[in-house]
């Protein structure tokens, strides 16, 4: 089952621009990921952050996790052609090394 | 980061045959790896928890006798589609972790294609 849904499922923006993609989720977690996938190609780990962060940054990328909502948000600032891909977020329930389970994703297209 | 690597990265094969999927954490001891499968667009769909030394945990719906894995040692673990048909056709990614709560890091993946 997906414990994940984000929002929006599909975003285009201008090169330059930030894309703001959001996930909720709906049990107690340890820690959520975000991921980006290439058109049929593997998955690229971006960020983590643990259920008792709320704030981390990663270059362009910030990532905001509020548990009290399980909602997280992933910013990508000033956009590039390259940032086009799918990006899922991903909960882990405990610590024991549960296999996290993915959101539907948001496709993003960055046009320059 | 950690490499995972996945063999064969794309397969053909006809129905009623086997294929075997390897995924290897390179760089790092994964007591545990996650197999996946991915349908196009769509997110990805946990399969099954492999445990080094011990049997695997499968989820709901996906049966163990047709989707075996192994996980003989702490950087390799195999998924072999017996008797695959068509529908099984899909993108096999697995991944590996260092450690409980740590990050996850994910194999290329693998495109079967059963005609």
């Known amino acids: 089952s997906q414990q994940g849904e984000e929002d929006p499922q599909a975003l285009s923006i201008q090169e330059g621009e930030n894309a703001t993609m959001n996930c909720s989720y709906k049990t107690s977690i340890n820690n959520l990921q975000w991921y980006r996938q290439n058109s049929g190609r593997g998955l690229v780990h971006l960020i983590l952050i643990r259920s008792n962060e709320r704030e981390k940054h990663s270059g362009r990328l910030r990532v905001t996790l509020d548990t009290s909502k399980k909602s997280s948000s992933l910013l990508i600032t000033a956009s590039r052609a390259a940032d086009t891909a799918s990006y899922f977020c991903a909960t882990a329930f405990n610590q024991a090394g549960t296999a996290l389970i993915f959101g539907k994703g948001t496709t993003l297209s960055v046009s320059s | 980061g950690a490499v995972v690597s996945q063999h064969p990265s794309r397969v053909i094969c006809k129905s009623g045959t086997s294929v075997k999927i390897e995924c290897r954490s390179l760089?790092?001891?994964?007591?545990?790896m996650f197999w996946y499968r991915q349908f196009p667009k769509q997110s990805l769909m946990l399969m099954a928890t492999s445990n080094e030394g011990s049997k695997a945990t499968y989820e709901q719906g996906v049966e163990k006798d047709k989707f075996l894995i192994n996980h003989a040692s702490l950087t390799l673990s195999t998924l072999t589609v017996t008797s695959a048909h068509p529908e099984d056709s899909s993108f096999y990614i697995c991944?590996?972790?260092?450690?409980?709560?740590?990050?996850?890091?994910f194999g290329p993946g693998t495109r079967l294609l059963v005609l």
């Open positions: 991944s590996a972790s260092g450690g409980p709560g740590e990050t996850q890091y």
């Open positions: 760089d790092f001891q994964a007591t545990t």
